[in-house]
């Protein structure tokens, strides 16, 4: 049996739970003393009452609308870079908090400018002169069912202390913009569909008509979105949004991401942004 595949059996998860519990909550609590800490810390409200765009990978992106967005601020994440060939556009941040993920782009990152932020546990992938990089607290508890986690998940207000994981990078940028000061947050190319899924039973589904990614970027064999914990992320950012007064709408071309509501991108840019409630 692979390492992988213990990781799975529910007998080796009860055991490993009070350790691995106990391991993950001291993380948490040390991580606000590190270097990185620091560094996080001085993106508090560093655009108080501004816009930003958050930029999925999902097969509605093009490099025409990533084009319009020179001039914007914006996150990017993942295999973004794969479009950097077909627009002069860049993401004013990057972020990358997969393991797999970032084994597959770790030379690119390494060639990055831009603020960029990744697990703490990727620090293997990289040296002390990628001095952009900034290592992050991803804090996801750990459960018996790792699937079944559609409960309680909530924002954390203070990313340097930690993030919450939300089993998506969007989740934990738009916890970034809330703690940088934006008021104004737009997806798109958030598409939400993958061709290969599990749902909160454990059950998987795999449809390999659907595309996950952008242009000719291709299926990663170790893609598997949980998605009912995703759900519960994204209605926590709704609920935590309309609370704080934050606007956080959908501008995706298509997809089925209907948590938030949604508006069209090109009105966005025209009008420069909507107006907030008094």
Request: positive net charge.
């Amino acid at each position: 049996m692979q390492l992988r595949d213990l990781k799975k059996s529910k007998l080796v998860r009860i055991g490993s739970f009070p350790f691995a519990n106990l391991s993950r909550q001291l993380r948490k609590l040390t991580f606000q003393y590190t270097i990185d800490a620091k560094k996080l810390r001085s993106f508090k409200d560093s655009h108080p009452g501004e816009r930003c765009f958050i930029i999925g990978n999902g097969p509605s992106l093009s490099a025409h609308d990533l084009d319009q967005l020179k001039d914007e601020f914006t996150f990017g994440f993942n295999k973004i870079l794969e479009i950097f060939p077909e627009t002069d556009w860049r993401p004013s941040m990057y972020m990358c908090v997969e393991l797999n993920t970032l084994c597959d782009c770790q030379k690119g990152i390494r060639k990055l400018t831009m603020p960029t932020f990744i697990l703490k546990e990727g620090k293997k992938y990289f040296t002390s002169f990628d001095s952009h990089i900034t290592y992050i607290c991803n804090h996801v508890p750990f459960l018996i069912n790792r699937y079944k986690r559609v409960d309680g998940i909530y924002l954390s207000e203070d990313v340097s202390k930690y993030f919450i994981g939300g089993e998506t990078v969007v989740f934990n940028a738009i916890q970034m913009a809330i703690y940088m000061g934006f008021k104004e947050i737009y997806l798109l190319g958030v598409d939400h569909s993958y061709s290969k899924k599990v749902n909160s039973k454990g059950v998987i589904t795999v449809n390999p008509d659907i595309k996950d990614y952008f242009g000719n970027v291709k299926t990663t064999p170790y893609t598997l979105q949980t998605i009912d914990t995703v759900n519960a992320a994204y209605r926590s950012c709704k609920d935590y949004c309309t609370k704080h007064n934050i606007i956080i709408k959908n501008l995706t071309r298509g997809g089925i991401l209907d948590i938030f509501d949604r508006d069209n991108f090109d009105q966005i840019l025209l009008n420069g942004g909507v107006k907030h409630a008094s």
